[in-house]
């Protein structure tokens, strides 16, 4: 086929299920030039762009109405309470969560995991009590859980994965017992795009545990419909920046009652009923656990990202990037000096547009540079889950991770790059 | 502009494929690893002083082209020299990478990594293997030196 051809053949893939030139449009970043080549932006999994929307958003917030959230009187303030407040419910009901009081704004995925790791984990962790992980967490998944069981005695475990990158559920199972006081897992991998079954881990973790489940969802609630009360965890921890909202805010879905029988995570104005110095009373949550003047601007941001990703549709995304993905598995399988570590081979495994790859003879943070000479912007390296690195025996990886803003001829961008990579190294 | 060629040269893509120096750590030297975080490059360097002078130096661990070829480079380079003049070299070395001026040490064959400067992200892979050299000078013993 003619280079031509090929182009036109993929304006069909594109334009088939999804009008990706029109959602391009209103992303402006993408319309810049790297090293004199238009970019192609596949590192979506380390944060993704913002649509003019959510640009706009903030920027308005700060221009028309902006004044602290929960502490005015005046007209400002209740107009930036009423839109931060309002963004909350977006958000409840984008995950469906059955009461917005259950969702905690954070600075992102990592506060919210160790938010948890000490509100909900400290208090009741013993020794000799487990947290039970996955071999393929990032360090924010990992970290939070060793800080805990520093202070409190209890031990980390990680369940393993297999050859095919998937978690291995009957050793999960085996390593489940009565001291198992936490299960934390990636809904999704952010190195490998594996979609972990968590209503099957929650089934077996009732099974066998009292455990709460605690769901690091940052790679998933930008790819695929999430509904917290059907998944049946206890909490759920997600960042705005890779939804394609705006950086410092994040998210912590919890359910109410495991909420409201927590202590604060920080201290300070805003969480407290009443202060003496003999002691303070908190309010109730969500309020209990953002103390200080939160990121009223980027939260009001974020509901407007929810609500971008709403009218796009979900289920539209997920189709365009899959088969984005089966379009790059399909190239790559015909490189024999590109490998795949720890991407099932086997069907039906469940995949985010995520791949991890190594080339032959070339180290990634070569291929990274040689990528950006051409305006492909990848990442390189361990990926936050130098465990996971460990296990699959690679030092790093290669990582292309796909938004829904990217195109079949960013796919063959990325091919053509790759061949570059080979010409100067092979 | 920045050319991918002047980065990659060929002596450097050769050092890299067949690293001079590398592996078999003899037991009785001074040996200091470095490790840069952000990319999980790894290497450890280990010198032999007969008196001031450095009759061996070889290296190991895993990494980029650029830092498996500024390590190689570096072995050649440094062995043999008395301790002062591979602080020298070291000194002179790093400046060509953060364009710091010229201190007068003719660098040779290690000109060919001059390349990197235009690539600021990986400086730091050339520089690594030196900073494990300086630790591993200054004694050593295995501590760890990060490039961050
Ligand atoms: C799976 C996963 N968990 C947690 C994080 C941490 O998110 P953040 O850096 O936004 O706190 C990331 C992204 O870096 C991630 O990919």
Same mark, same amino acid.
């Given at each position: ?43 979506? &999994? ?10 706009? &958003? ?93 202070? @409190? ?69 930008? !790819? ?51 202060? @003496? ?15 200080? @003047? ?32 089966? !379009? ?21 495994? &469940? ?17 990274? @540079? ?25 030092? &790093? ?10 195109? !079949? ?18 | ?9 060929? /002596? ?9 120096? #590398?592996?078999?750590?003899?037991? +009785? ?6 490790? +840069? ?21 070889? #290296?190991?661990? /895993? ?29 002179? #070395? ?8 010229? +201190?007068? /040490? ?9 390349? /990197? ?32």
């Amino acid at each position: 086929m003619t280079a031509r051809a090929v182009a036109v053949g993929n304006e069909q893939r594109d334009s088939a299920a999804f009008e990706v030139e029109r959602l391009r449009a209103c992303f402006p970043i993408l319309e810049r030039d790297v090293h004199g080549h238009r970019l192609v932006y596949l590192d979506n &999994a380390a944060s993704a762009q913002r649509p003019n929307v959510v640009i706009d &958003a903030v920027s308005d917030c700060y221009r028309t109405y902006y004044a602290n959230a929960h502490r005015g009187v005046h007209a400002l303030s209740e107009q930036s309470t009423d839109a931060y407040e309002a963004a909350r419910a977006k958000v409840a009901r984008f995950i469906g969560a059955p009461d917005s009081h259950e969702v905690v704004f954070t600075r992102g995925t990592t506060e919210s995991l160790n938010l948890v790791a000490q509100s909900y984990g400290r208090p009741q962790l013993e020794p000799g009590d487990e947290v039970l992980l996955t071999e393929m967490e990032h360090h924010s998944n990992i970290v939070p859980w060793q800080l805990v069981c520093e202070q @409190t005695g209890a031990r980390v475990r990680a369940a393993p994965i297999t050859d095919d990158g998937e978690l291995d559920l009957d050793a999960f199972a085996g390593m489940l017992n009565e001291r198992t006081r936490v299960v934390a897992l990636a809904h999704v991998s952010n190195a490998l795009g594996t979609v972990n079954d968590i209503p099957a881990v929650v089934e077996l973790t009732r099974a066998r545990s009292d455990a709460a489940v605690v769901v690091d969802g940052a790679q998933a609630v930008p !790819h695929m419909a999430v509904d917290v009360a059907a998944l049946g965890c206890d909490f759920y921890a997600f960042s705005g920046h890779k939804m394609y909202g705006p950086g410092g805010i994040g998210v912590l879905w919890g359910r109410h009652e495991l909420l409201a029988a927590m202590p604060p995570y920080h201290g300070g104005g805003a969480m407290i009923t009443r202060v @003496t110095f003999e002691r303070s009373g908190y309010m109730a949550p969500p309020q209990r656990f953002e103390a200080g @003047t939160p990121a009223i601007a980027p939260a009001i941001g974020l509901g407007v990202a929810v609500e971008f990703l709403e009218s796009t549709g979900l289920d539209r995304i997920e189709r365009h990037e899959q088969e984005l993905l089966s !379009h790059t598995m399909e190239v790559l399988n015909d490189l024999p000096w590109v490998r795949v570590p720890g991407h099932a081979s086997k069907a039906g495994s &469940a995949r985010a547009a995520v791949v991890s790859l190594v080339i032959d003879g070339a180290h990634p943070h070569d291929v990274a @540079t040689i990528l950006d000479e051409q305006g492909i912007a990848i990442r390189a390296g361990h990926h936050c889950a130098q465990p996971l690195m460990d296990r699959l025996g690679v030092p &790093a990886t290669v990582r292309a991770s796909f938004g829904l803003y990217n195109t !079949h001829d960013e796919v063959d961008s990325l091919v053509s790059g790759l061949h570059e990579v080979r010409r100067i190294f092979g | 502009m920045s050319d991918l060629r002047d980065l990659y040269q060929q /002596v450097i893509l050769d050092h890299y494929r067949a690293p001079r120096n #590398f592996g078999g750590l003899k037991p +009785n030297s001074c040996c200091a690893e470095g490790y +840069n975080p952000l990319c999980g490059d790894q290497v450890k360097v280990c010198v032999r002083a007969d008196g001031d002078r450095i009759d061996g130096i070889r #290296f190991d661990g /895993v990494g980029c082209a650029i830092s498996t070829a500024s390590a190689s480079l570096m072995t050649e380079a440094v062995r043999g020299l008395e301790r002062s003049e591979a602080e020298a070299l070291l000194a002179s #070395f790093l400046a060509l990478m953060t364009g710091d001026g010229d +201190n007068g /040490v003719p660098l040779g064959k290690l000109e060919v990594l001059s390349g /990197v400067k235009d690539y600021p992200v990986r400086i730091k892979c050339a520089t690594l293997p030196w900073h494990a050299l300086r630790a591993a000078l200054e004694g050593g013993d295995t501590e760890t030196v990060t490039t961050e």
